[in-house]
């Protein structure tokens, strides 16, 4: 009998944040294929006799390409097994799960999905920068930052430069500079507010804060290494650390580390 995959969002980090129906369909699992951005603590949740496949990719290295993913889960199912496909954050938000349920039920596997925190609403929890907020922001938007192969940056930038927006950068860290740059060139002030969070939700959580006409050399002096969310608008000054920042004009802070603060 053919088995099933289950496309499920691991969250942005933090187990407490994984849904009750996220850790059903872990705890059923046969085998475990995972991504990159799938934290250790989520991991640990998998049932002890769970096979665990790594298919994680970074920028510029992709040592399982999307077509051989597929394929994995493919063979996995067609061999009886109940495989938990684990996504960071949400499965339909820069996740390619609808690729990978496409290629599956092409081929007559039964695939069901379990939606998951996106990184920008855990960030937005974890950090006090709503998405929105009366008067400050009437929308959110999620763009990538990041194209397949390197390619350009085909975004509508002209559109994405409204002050009454909040914008949220995915997988931006490498184009913050020409985001940035295209933003200010279609309207959007150079004082837009601007927050990155590296593995937000996550004991190893970073927050950077800053402006949008410097945040590429704030970012290169931080070091902030990827997963970065990035939060462009108005919303970013309602944080308790905006007002540190505005007075002394760059601040990276870890949350975690109680009372202290890094500057650069």
Same mark, same amino acid.
């Given at each position: 009998m053919t088995g099933k995959v289950f496309l499920i969002g691991a969250g942005p980090g933090d187990? *407490? %944040? %994984?849904?009750? &129906?996220?850790?059903? $369909? %872990? !705890?059923?699992?046969? /085998? /475990? /294929?995972? *991504?990159? %951005?799938? @934290?250790a603590e989520i991991l640990a949740l998998a049932p002890a006799g769970a096979q665990l496949v790594a298919v994680g990719k970074s920028p510029e290295n992709h040592p399982v390409p999307q077509s051989k993913i597929n394929e994995i889960l493919r063979a996995f199912a067609e061999d009886g097994l109940t495989v938990a496909r684990l996504k960071g954050g949400d499965p339909l938000i820069f996740g390619r799960g609808s690729e990978e349920a496409a290629h599956l039920i092409a081929h007559d596997i039964d695939v069901e999905y379990a939606p998951g925190i996106t990184a920008a609403q855990g960030a937005a929890c974890v950090s006090g920068v709503p998405l929105t907020h009366r008067g400050l922001a009437t929308g959110v938007r999620y763009v990538t930052g990041h194209r397949q192969a390197n390619g350009s940056l085909d975004l509508d930038w002209k559109s994405l430069a409204c002050e009454q927006t909040t914008l949220v950068v995915y997988m931006g860290v490498a184009n913050i500079g020409q985001i940035a740059m295209r933003l200010v060139a279609e309207g959007l002030s150079d004082d837009t507010p601007v927050m990155a969070i590296a593995e937000a939700t996550t004991p190893r959580e970073t927050r950077l804060f800053s &402006?949008?006409?410097r945040v590429a050399f704030d970012m290169r002096d931080a070091g902030l290494k990827a997963p970065v969310l990035f939060v462009i608008? &108005?919303?970013v000054t309602l944080s308790a650390e905006w007002s540190v920042f505005d @007075?002394? !004009? $760059?601040? /990276?802070? *870890?949350?975690?580390?109680a009372g202290q603060r890094a500057h650069v």
């Open positions: 187990p *407490d %944040l %994984l849904t009750l &129906k996220s850790a059903r $369909m %872990l !705890q059923a699992a046969d /085998v /475990v /294929v995972y *991504d990159r %951005l799938v @934290s &402006k949008l006409g608008g &108005k919303v @007075s002394e !004009q $760059m601040v /990276v802070t *870890d949350p975690c580390a």
